[in-house]
């Protein structure tokens, strides 16, 4: 097990998780990169690991501009991906712990499709909001 400065991160063959980043774009940047890293180290065809690592960076963004406002010292997420070699399913969470905030958008921008284009990378996902943040869990059939 690894320790960093942003949040603590455990890497095992079969899975990578990460708790209490700090929600920033920086920090989530470092977490896309670690996601496919790990993927290397699975042999799946490119584009599997493409899905992966775009759905997965999706929802941690949508996490960092949505759960908290930009000020919030506190804003964390979490990430675990893990993957089932005997079922061939790999599975994607994403949470944080703040509270679901619209953000207003320029109408002319082609920004607030992030949900829609988890959906399509993804073969099942379900979003789960809470008083303790919102979780995302995404799902492929290898």
């Known amino acids: 097990m690894q320790t960093h400065t942003d949040g603590s991160a455990s890497f095992t063959s079969r899975g990578i998780f990460f708790r209490g980043v700090r929600a920033d774009a920086t920090q989530i940047a470092g977490l896309r990169q670690a996601v496919r890293q790990w993927l290397g180290t699975l042999h799946l065809e490119p584009d599997h690991e493409h899905d992966v690592v775009l759905a997965s960076y999706e929802a941690l963004a949508n996490a960092v501009e949505h759960a908290y406002s930009a000020d919030d010292e506190m804003a964390t997420v979490d990430l675990e991906v893990t993957f ?29 499709h992030g949900l829609a284009l988890i959906r399509k990378l993804t ?5 789960t909001p809470g008083s303790d943040g ?8 290898l």
């Open 84 to 112: 089932r070699p005997h079922e061939r399913h790999l599975e994607v969470t994403v949470a944080d712990h703040g509270r679901w905030r619209d953000v207003i958008h320029d109408p002319n921008a082609s920004r607030g």
């Open 123 to 127: 073969t099942e996902m379900v979003v």
């Open 134 to 141: 919102t979780h995302v869990a995404m799902r492929w059939a």
